[in-house]
């Protein structure tokens, strides 16, 4: 479908192999990108670092335990596993969401507080969140550039017209020009607020961005637009980290490294390359051994 129309219908292996309509091809393309895998820098000290982590939900039940986990600037760390493996646990550990834990979670050496509440306004800045759902996280009744202001404000007491200014540029540079950032929410497609989102983190100025799982309800071509922007960030950032959160390893493909939590343990970590090609762990071999059948089953 394109625009609320069927543009395009048929067997899978027809569809698969032979597309005729141009969106068609442009969704299976953007399927079949190839991954980004680079070389991250391991000499830097750790922007972000896990020590001796474990949360708990309900004050009585072990969801997580991470005794040791680092990210360097420049770098992008893909967190993936089953749902409720722990991922979005770990994800609102390190941005205070989830105070329930015990452990270090320490930004540039210096622990921060467990709770939101209780962090300083950089350390709030620093450490910023993208949420999967973008749209509940907009009020629905303000127009979306504002909004995405604000965080400078907010955060860095940037004045109220060169927030605006800032936001604009921001937007525009990540594909949301003007006519839409005077938009209300409910008028943007859901990759256009995932865009407004990624901007309001970025205008606080941030050393880790935190993705939560925020292209698993987008088309194939809109998730490679947004995972395509966060690599060119962290690849024109060199101070900027990123935590990118999925269950999906064609996503996490973009990113340098790649840690894999099963029932709140992390099973494997390593470079992305070796992780998706030679996987040691059983429940990530069984990862990498889904995506090919997959991959088989569409093609037969």
């Keep these: 479908m394109r625009a609320g129309r069927v543009v395009e219908s048929g067997p899978v292996a027809r569809l698969w192999a032979a597309p005729r309509h141009e969106w068609t091809r442009r969704l299976l393309d953007s399927q079949r990108a190839a991954p980004q895998h680079e070389a991250s820098r391991d000499d830097r000290q750790p922007v972000l670092e896990v020590r001796d982590l474990t949360a708990v939900h309900d004050r009585k039940h072990t969801v997580l335990r991470v005794p040791h986990l680092a990210l360097r600037p420049g770098e992008c760390l893909a967190v993936v596993g089953r749902s409720g493996g722990g991922k979005t646990t770990l994800a609102r550990c390190l941005a205070g969401l989830h105070r329930d834990h015990d452990g270090e979670i320490l930004l540039d050496g210096t622990p921060l507080p467990r709770s939101l509440r209780h962090r300083r306004r950089d350390q709030l800045a620093a450490v910023q969140y993208v949420f999967q759902d973008a749209r509940a996280a907009f009020d629905e009744h303000r127009p979306v550039l504002p909004q995405v202001a604000r965080t400078a404000v907010r955060l860095r007491d940037a004045g109220e017209r060169a927030a605006a200014d800032e936001a604009s540029a921001t937007l525009d540079r990540l594909g949301l020009p003007a006519e839409l950032a005077h938009r209300r929410p409910g008028e943007l497609s859901g990759g256009e607020l995932q865009r407004a989102a990624l901007a309001r983190a970025l205008l606080a100025h941030p050393r ?93």
């Design 208 to 300: 880790v961005l935190v993705c939560d799982e925020i292209t698993s309800g987008l088309d194939t071509v809109t998730r490679r637009t947004i995972l395509d922007l966060l690599a060119a960030l962290v690849r024109d950032r060199d101070d900027l980290a990123l935590v990118l959160i999925t269950h999906d390893l064609d996503a996490a493909a973009v990113a340098h490294r790649i840690a894999v939590l099963e029932a709140g343990e992390i099973v494997e970590q390593g470079p992305s390359r070796r992780i998706l090609t030679e996987p040691r762990h059983p429940f990530t071999v069984s990862l990498t051994e889904t995506i090919a059948h997959l991959d088989t089953y569409t093609r037969a």
